[in-house]
């Protein structure tokens, strides 16, 4: 079956430091991979999408997210924390064009001053 | 404000009460899609249109569940004899259908609370 794994249901990282959100999949074939983020009472945002161009993925606010298909993986990261990060992010597959995301469990990110 | 919006933003009914809740997609967009999220977990599929035809539903979406997007436009989701389980947070997300692979922007939700 098809589905979408987060690793860890939450990371606390201090200000300043790097952070580091993983996410495998499981397919037959690459599937579209993206990376969304959702603030406490706010809707869900887009953070970057892999659309087979390139495998390192550039987003908003810092982050990125490499596509290594040999691992299934598609890990986010970014290189320094900031306070408005903290949120909870979700790693999203959709197997068809057009067609329903699938959304991961999710993983609580926490920035400590 | 262009974005996709979503009403009401809170429903409380109690159980055995129908609800309906309206979705208004972003203009140009002719895809809607509903998801369900309950607490701890992410978005769960529920079912989507292509202008007014609804083309895929989840087996979550039970037969007390409908959802219409009769003009092609705005969606409404009527949950009929609610149920405590039926409490969650309603996304609707909307996208522009093209070659490239679309992106699925949401709104901020309905969350509703059964009684």
């Known amino acids: 079956a098809q589905s979408v794994t987060q690793l860890d249901s939450h990371v606390s990282v201090s200000e300043g430091t790097p952070v580091l959100l993983r996410c495998n999949y499981s397919?037959?074939?690459?599937?579209?991979l993206f990376w969304y983020v959702q603030h406490p009472n706010k809707g869900l945002q887009l953070l970057l999408k892999?659309?087979?161009?390139?495998?390192l993925v550039k987003g908003i606010n810092g982050f990125e997210a490499e596509f290594k298909k040999s691992e299934t993986s598609f890990h986010l990261t970014k290189p320094s924390a900031h306070m408005s990060d903290a949120a909870e992010y979700f790693c999203?597959?959709?197997?068809?064009?057009?067609?329903?995301?699938?959304f991961g469990q999710g993983t609580e990110l926490s920035v400590k001053p | 404000d262009t974005g996709v919006s979503q009403d009401p933003r809170h429903k409380i009914t109690k159980r055995g009460q129908n609800v309906t809740f309206r979705c208004d997609p972003i203009?140009?967009?002719?895809?809607l899609y509903w998801y369900r999220q309950t607490l701890g977990q992410g978005p769960e599929f529920l079912t989507y249109?292509?202008?007014?035809?609804?083309?895929?539903k989840s087996r979550l979406l039970s037969d007390r569940f409908s959802a219409e997007r009769p003009k092609g436009s705005f969606s409404t989701l009527e949950i009929q004899r609610t149920e405590q389980g039926d409490s969650a947070m309603y996304l609707c997300?909307?996208?522009?259908?093209?070659?490239?692979?679309?992106?699925?922007?949401f709104g901020p939700g309905t969350r509703l609370l059964v009684l």
């Open positions: 892999y659309t087979s161009a390139a495998t």
């Open positions: 999203v597959v959709r197997w068809d064009l057009g067609g329903k995301l699938i």
């Open positions: 249109f292509q202008n007014e035809a609804q083309l895929e």
């Open positions: 997300a909307s996208s522009l259908n093209s070659r490239d692979f679309e992106t699925q922007y």
């Open positions: 203009s140009e967009h002719n895809r």
């Open positions: 397919s037959s074939y690459s599937p579209s």
